[in-house]
């Protein structure tokens, strides 16, 4: 993994065959990040687990990837914290060898070629995740926030 801060934000480029989740996370233990936002991600990924949120069964389905590697077409994400522990929420689309397109919640891949990512980084903002029963999932936790006009 490379990286360049310029103030908030972070140019990360990961190498092949480093896991995408254990990166950015391991990123943001390290860096002493508060919250941080995937805003940019292109490159190539294989051994990739996607997912989808069903909400009538409170539970995530595996979406099928065949094997081998895909371009990483775009990504989103975001980095907050959980069980006192960086925790990455990451939608991907991943293309394959004939235009076909997955997209989901991003489970992990492996770097297949390369991975660069911008992260906007909010170092004074420590955001969690707390369990909300109303969607059975952990959701973002603003200590101090009020509620929106």
Known sequence: MKIVRDGDVCLMRLERGEKLRERLEGFAAASGIGTGVVIHGIGAVAEVGLRYYDLDARTYLT?????GGHELVSTQANLAWKDGKPFLHMHVAIGGRRGETLSGHLEDAVVHVTVELV????????VGRTPDEAVGLALWDFPGSCEAP
């Open 119 to 126: 992260i906007l980084t909010f170092p004074d903002l420590r």
């Open 63 to 67: 979406i099928p990837v065949p094997a």
